[in-house]
Antibody
Framework: EVQLVESGGGLVQPGGSLRLSCAASGFTFNNFWMTWVRQAPGKGLEWVAN????????YYMDSVKGRFTISRDTAKNSLHLQMDSLRAGDTAVYYC????????????WGQGTLVTVSS | EIAMTQSPATLSVSPGERATLSCRAS??????LAWYQQKPGQAPRLLIYGASTRATGIPARFSGSGSGTEFTLTISSLQSEDFAVYYC?????????FGQGTKLDI
């Protein structure tokens, strides 16, 4: 069974940093692109970033470029999102998702972890 | 970046009725489009990919159509469990983008 479990969320002050993690199991992690998607309270879904199987290709939404870094640890089957220079607008539930093979859709999602940026 | 626009923002329908949700892309995405359903407190659930292919386990009352820039999700006979928020997503080019959602209300 495919499982994605996020962790690392919490309350952080504006300008601060946070590192999210996603533990993957039930599939061959090295075979799939992985993605972070976020959802601000009461708002819609926002695609944040994704990373290729080997970690050598990454893409970001414009508003997080230069502040967020996506990475993966193939030995530990884990995905990470390093978030620096956090702003109030980054407050959201952050979901880890597995990109479907040969497609850009997402059949598998984690339960999400809440990041709150506030003083 | 490709912008996705969904309409209407809210659609009020009755159980048993047909619902038609629209999604428009600011550039051609060919058929690289997915639809998701999301209920409160839950992660999104994939309904349709490739604009018209139902995901595993999705009932036949859900259907997708369209290509290029105009897409439609149709729910043929609404069940009580279908009342939720629906999102479209393009995966033609990075960054991938979602529409702002359509809330299906009873």
């Amino acid at each position: 069974e495919v499982q994605l479990v996020e962790s690392g969320g919490g309350l952080v002050q504006p300008g601060g940093s946070l590192r999210l993690s996603c533990a993957a199991s039930g599939f061959t992690f090295n075979n799939f692109w992985m993605t972070w998607v976020r959802q601000a309270p009461g708002k819609g879904l926002e695609w944040v970033a994704n990373i290729r199987q080997d970690g050598n290709e990454k893409y970001y939404m414009d508003s997080v470029k230069g502040r967020f870094t996506i990475s993966r640890d193939t030995a530990k089957n884990s995905l990470h999102l390093q978030m620096d220079s956090l702003r109030a607008g980054d407050t959201a539930v952050y979901y880890c998702a597995r990109q479907d093979y040969g497609s850009g859709s997402y059949s598998y999602w984690g339960q999400g972890t809440l990041v709150t940026v506030s003083s | 970046e490709i912008a996705m626009t969904q309409s209407p923002a809210t659609l009020s329908v009755s159980p048993g009725e047909r619902a038609t949700l629209s999604c428009r892309a600011s550039q051609r995405v060919i058929n690289n489009l997915a639809w998701y359903q999301q209920k409160p407190g839950q992660a999104p659930r994939l309904l349709i990919y490739g604009a018209s292919t139902r995901a595993t386990g999705i009932p036949a009352r859900f259907s997708g159509s369209g290509s290029g820039t105009e897409f439609t999700l149709t729910i043929s006979s609404l069940q009580s469990e279908d009342f939720a928020v629906y999102y479209c997503q393009q995966y033609r080019s990075w960054p991938y983008t979602f529409g702002q959602g359509t809330k299906l209300d009873i």
